[in-house]
């Protein structure tokens, strides 16, 4: 008994227009309003008078490891189709991924 392997040519990715797409379905609709809700939240971190927020206290890959770990599976996705199980089954390098984006937003 033999077996045939086929082979399968992947279609070439045109990066270019793979960036114009996801960069036109992630932008904002008004780029006033986006800019004076992020001047708003720069305002108001400010004066920000909960849990202090110091430099010593800042997103690792650790603990972003560890809270999506404990997320509960099963259940209903959020607006853009997005589960739990996306997040406990991805590739482990997306928690650095994501703890650098937090720290970048906590940075603003």
Do not use: W
């Not at 008078?49 to 110091?54: A, D, H, N, R, Y």
């Amino acid at each position: 008994m033999s077996y045939r392997i086929s082979k399968v040519k992947a279609a070439p990715i045109n990066v270019l227009r793979a960036a114009k797409h996801f960069s036109e379905s992630y932008s904002c609709n008004n780029q006033a309003h986006a800019e004076s809700l992020r001047c708003e939240y720069i305002k108001l971190k400010q004066n920000y008078c909960g849990f202090p927020l110091t430099n010593d206290l800042s997103f690792d890959t650790e603990i972003v490891s560890t809270v999506v770990l404990k997320l509960k599976k099963g259940k209903t996705a959020d607006i853009d189709g997005l589960t739990a199980e996306h997040l406990l089954y991805c590739h482990p390098s997306l928690f650095v991924i994501l703890s650098k984006l937090f720290r970048l937003i906590d940075g603003l």
